[in-house]
């Protein structure tokens, strides 16, 4: 067995990590994460930690479930792989796809499978072409993401979103793509009433449409809440009035459902959270719980019916699209969310207890707002509360907070000066609790730390 030491110098010798500064890893050394159970990490050295992250906004069912353990040693003995290609499939693929169309919303019937959100995502940007083609409209290309949207590492996933250091490494975005600003009070609100902000920010979309000459435009993608761009929660107004843009200009509406999915924001899905009705639905993660990696696009009505109607063969697939281990694997989790009835523990009990636990951290003097949205939340961590005064860049007040967790026992995430959570959705109230504990024990490591 190898020391924690070893592994991390065989890390740094050979592993590239995906969103890693890999000068700092062969001196400081990643952290070896051993084993898992319920809500629980530990490390190499025996250390536990809380993981209010689900791993990465993936493990909605918790760590150690035995029905997916089971579900993909039963389907690895029996068939490992088949594809479905050119008019194949196998049990796991065709349940998975009838199971997440029983959940998804009434009009999404069809689902096309992928090996990941950024998959899911590309898959996006050639279906809604596709679609336009289809439908004789071949000039509607552009699609409009956000600022600060997350939509995945690949050229299309990567260009959909808007975050801007993805886009200054590789030339993106790739031509068609275009981003307006994203529903964040705290930085083009501040001060206004919480629904008008929400209708302005979504008339951005409007102008954008304009802009660009409403003929031209194929699709809006956005996540319900955006996750990796700081668990920014749009006001109520902001989605339904996104949905009356889209259908006023007849462009097609797209939810990354990637993190939203699946139970997250107290319901199976985000749209049904935030009160839009989207044409397409993207989904990974808690799609398995990231037991093991599958992803997908729920197609609704009007883009099923062009595509097998009309559409003749969409030449476009991955080997993976439809594999019988991960669908096996989907099917036995979204059958535990239903035995567990996780939707409604959200829904109804933890999640209101979490808005109402991180509503009291605004009494600590880094505090300055809270948000939460089901089992997600964010707290922004200021300078003086009075003036709303954010911390200097050079201070990275998020990650010296980040690195208390760490070294404390909890698993956060930082995006800037927002600290956020999305933890499984098995969590207890007691877990809760304990959670919040921790939470005010690394603020206040933090605080002493700023106030040096
Ligand atoms: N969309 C959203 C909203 C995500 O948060 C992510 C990943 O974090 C993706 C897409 C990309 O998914 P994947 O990493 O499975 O490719």
Redesign the pocket.
């Known amino acids: 067995k190898r020391t924690t030491r070893e592994w991390q110098q065989a890390d740094s010798a050979h592993f590239l990590h995906p969103f890693t500064d890999h000068h700092g890893l062969s001196s400081k050394g990643s952290r070896i994460i051993t084993k898992a159970e319920n809500i629980y990490l530990w490390d190499s050295e025996g250390h536990k930690l809380l993981d209010a992250m689900s791993g ?3 493990v909605n069912v918790g760590y150690g479930q035995q029905a997916l353990i089971d579900a993909a040693t039963r389907q690895l003995k029996e068939l490992p792989f088949y594809n479905a290609f050119f008019q194949t499939a196998t049990p796991p693929s065709i349940e998975a796809a009838e199971l997440i169309s029983s959940v998804t919303p009434p009009g999404f019937e069809h689902v096309f499978f992928t ?7 590309d898959t996006v940007v050639r279906m809604v072409r596709r679609y336009w083609d289809i439908l004789g409209q071949p000039e509607r290309q552009v699609i409009i993401g956000r600022v600060n ?6 050229m299309a ?1 990567a260009s959909l ?1 808007g975050m801007s250091g993805m886009h200054a490494q590789g030339g993106l975005p790739i031509p068609n793509i275009v981003h307006i600003d994203q529903p964040y009070q705290f930085e083009h609100g501040r001060g206004m009433d919480r629904d008008a902000f929400g209708l302005k920010a979504a008339s951005w979309l409007e102008d954008k449409i304009l802009a660009v000459g409403p003929e031209k435009v194929a699709a809006f993608i956005g ?1 319900p809440v ?3 761009g700081g668990v920014i929660i749009p006001p109520k107004s902001y989605w339904p009035e996104i949905q009356r843009i889209c259908d006023k200009y007849g462009i097609l509406l797209v939810s ?5 999915g699946f139970g997250r924001t107290g319901n199976w899905f985000g749209c049904e959270t935030m009160g839009s009705k989207p044409d397409l639905m ?1 989904f ?2 808690g799609v398995t719980s990231g037991y093991i ?1 599958l ?1 997908g696009v729920a197609v609704g009505g009007r883009v099923a019916k062009a595509l097998i109607e009309q559409g003749g063969e969409f030449q476009h697939g991955f080997t993976y699209s439809g594999h019988p281990v991960a669908c096996a694997v989907a099917v036995a989790n979204i059958k535990l969310i239903q035995q567990l009835k996780l939707v409604e523990h959200v829904r109804d009990d933890v999640g209101p207890y979490l808005a109402q636990q991180f509503a009291s951290l605004r009494d600590h003097p880094l505090v300055g707002e809270t948000e939460t949205c089901g089992l997600m939340g964010a707290m922004l961590l200021v300078k003086d509360k009075s003036t709303g005064t954010t911390f200097p860049g050079e201070v990275d007040i998020g990650m010296v907070c980040r690195g208390h967790c760490f070294a404390n026992g909890l698993i956060m995430r930082a995006v800037g000066d927002r600290m956020i959570i999305a933890p499984p959705l098995v969590m207890t109230r007691a877990q809760i609790d304990e959670m919040m504990a921790l939470i005010r024990r690394c603020l206040d490591l933090t605080l002493a730390d700023a106030t040096k």
């Open positions: 990465l906004w993936c090996g990941s959100g950024s998959e899911g995502n949207g997350y939509h995945g590492s690949t996933g979103g996540e955006q996750g990796a990354d459902e990637v993190i939203c993207t990974a993660k990696p992803g």
